[in-house]
């Protein structure tokens, strides 16, 4: 417990939370959601776009989104557009929400566009971990099996020894 509280610790688990396959999706659509959520409050609120992308990757799990935003901020006070800033990025941006918000900022609609946005990824995310939950399911029927299994034998085990011992002297 004190491992993970410590900075290793949350390096380690930030590492997993990143790496393992299934629950990397999951992480990057609850980045996505909370991005584009976060974005389109403050933008909505009349904070500018290099501030709203600063505040916004603070709530970020991945390091790297993280690093993306701060550094799309940067080149946004430069005066890039928020979709040009973020198109190198596209590992870990998906193309279309880019492509969104590149509209978005064409129409003057980038709030609307973030709030679709939000909502495709919110679903997603909520898709997402209904899979997962399906998935570790039998896996965790498995391993109270396995569980009572063991304690059975651990009361009766000794109780069959003591009744073998009675009955044989």
Do not use: C, W
Not at 91 to 111: D, Q, R, S
Not at 132 to 148: D, H, K, Q, R
Request: no cysteine; hydrophobic share 45%.
């Amino acid at each position: 417990a004190l491992f993970i509280k410590g900075r290793y610790g949350k390096i380690f688990i930030t590492f997993l939370i990143i790496h393992l396959p299934i629950i990397k999706k999951i992480t990057k659509a609850i980045d996505l959601s909370r991005l584009t959520l976060s974005l389109s409050i403050l933008l909505r609120s009349g904070v500018p776009v290099e501030k709203s992308l600063i505040i916004s990757s603070e709530s970020m799990i991945n390091p790297k989104l993280r690093k993306i935003l701060e550094n799309s901020a940067r080149e946004i006070k430069k005066g890039t557009k928020i979709s040009e800033s973020l198109k190198l990025k596209q590992n870990i941006i998906p193309n279309i929400m880019i492509k969104i918000i590149e509209v978005g900022e064409e129409t003057g609609t980038l709030e609307k566009s973030l709030d679709t946005l939000y909502k495709a990824f919110d679903n997603e995310v909520t898709d997402r971990i209904k899979s997962f939950s399906t998935l570790i399911e039998p896996i965790m029927m498995i391993g109270v099996g396995i569980a009572v299994g063991f304690f059975l034998i651990s009361i009766f085990g000794p109780m069959y020894q003591i009744l073998g011992g009675i009955n044989g002297s």
